[in-house]
């Protein structure tokens, strides 16, 4: 396993070329936050006591999370992903106060769910994930799904095209003929 301190550019681009499919990398878009909100409402139910006052678990994770993210060398793409994780946070947290029934289902039930649409875009992917070969990627991927989100939307496309010149352009796979 490679160092988790490299540039968000090396990241990015190792990550990325696990995710070329483009059917692949739409299941990454609604599969990754479901997994966060899940680890969320998972997380969110118990955590310490500081001054007071409770910090839920997931938010102790959050910050040494966010920290990384803002210091791979892509202040701005940092800033993103950190502030999606934070109000995926936010969302989840009322639910991890909810009762058990509901702090389970929504917890453990949406992360299954948004590992099933996961290995869903791999099968199109012809390819493992990407944590298969490095851990790092389970941090990567909510980084790398903000970059494309937010290059949708026109942002981020100078970092795209980076990444892109390292592990060419995205396709769609024939599914009849094997990965490459």
């Known amino acids: 396993m490679s160092s988790p301190f490299r540039p968000a550019i090396d990241l990015l681009a190792q990550y990325a070329r696990y995710h070329r499919d483009e059917r692949n990398i739409a299941t990454h878009v609604v599969g ?7 680890i969320g409402v ?3 139910r118990h955590g310490v006591r500081l001054g007071g006052h409770e910090l ?9 999370a966010a920290l990384w993210y803002l ?3 892509e202040f ?19 639910l991890a ?5 509901t702090w389970l289902v929504l917890g453990a039930g949406g992360f299954f769910v948004g590992w099933t649409i996961q290995f869903l875009g791999h099968y199109y992917e012809g390819r493992k994930p990407a944590f298969g070969d490095d851990l790092v990627g389970l941090l990567v991927g909510p980084m790398f799904v903000a970059m494309e989100v937010l290059a949708m939307a026109g942002w ?24 490459t």
């Open 56 to 64: 839920a678990a997931s938010w102790l994770l959050f910050a040494p």
């Open 156 to 179: 981020f496309k100078p970092l795209v095209a980076r990444v892109e010149s390292r592990v060419g352009p995205t396709f769609v796979r024939d599914l009849a003929h094997p990965a």
């Open 32 to 38: 990754v936050p479901l997994i966060v909100f899940s």
């Open 76 to 94: 701005a793409l940092g800033l993103a992903v950190s502030a999606a994780i934070a109000a995926l946070l936010a969302l989840a947290q009322p």
């Open 42 to 44: 998972l997380l969110g």
């Open 71 to 73: 210091t791979r060398g």
């Open 97 to 101: 106060d909810a009762g058990t029934l």
